[in-house]
């Protein structure tokens, strides 16, 4: 079997050179869920003026001077949409109201799970109007 982007096998994944080439190396359980975050976190950040890059071997979508927004990445079992942890500290019980897991910074999909878009569409809209208020940093306490 062909070691994905996704594997987390316990070695660190290869570094990738693009986010193309992420997208590439997907595997068949992978791609439909990626790939549908890939164009909802294109079609808000092509809105805000946010371009997509790689970061930590992650796709990432970042403002112009390369501050990171958001993040997607992907394991074995599941992918995530994360997000700076004091953010979605606001939106857990949105995203656990909805059926879904939410843990530390992200909203956790399994690949046999549908995508909530509503939800996913209404936490990268937010998360824009948070960044564009001045909420850069990507760590830091949560109370």
């Known amino acids: ?5 996704c594997d987390g096998g316990g070695m660190p994944a290869p570094k990738i050179a ?3 080439a992420f997208f590439a190396k997907l595997g068949d ?3 439909p ?3 549908a975050l ?3 976190s294109l079609a808000e950040a092509t809105k805000a ?3 997509e890059a790689l970061k930590w071997n992650w796709p990432a979508y970042t403002s112009s001077n390369g501050g990171m927004v958001w993040t997607l990445q992907c394991f074995k079992k599941h992918c995530s949409l994360r997000f700076p942890v004091r953010f ?3 939106h857990r019980a949105e995203v656990q109201a909805a059926g879904y897991e939410a843990v530390g910074g992200a909203l956790k999909l399994t690949w046999d799970q549908k995508l909530p878009k509503a939800l996913i569409t209404n936490l990268l809209r937010a998360r824009v109007r948070d960044f564009e ?4 940093a990507w760590s830091g306490a949560t109370s």
Do not use: S
Not at 1 to 5: A, G, L, Q
Not at 133 to 136: E, K, L, S, V, Y
């Open 1 to 5: 079997m062909p070691v994905t982007v």
């Open 133 to 136: 208020a001045g909420n850069t």
């Open 18 to 20: 693009t986010v193309d």
């Open 38 to 40: 890939r164009a909802l």
């Open 33 to 35: 869920h990626l790939e």
């Open 29 to 31: 359980a992978e791609r």
């Open 88 to 90: 979605f500290a606001d």
């Open 49 to 51: 003026g946010l371009v």
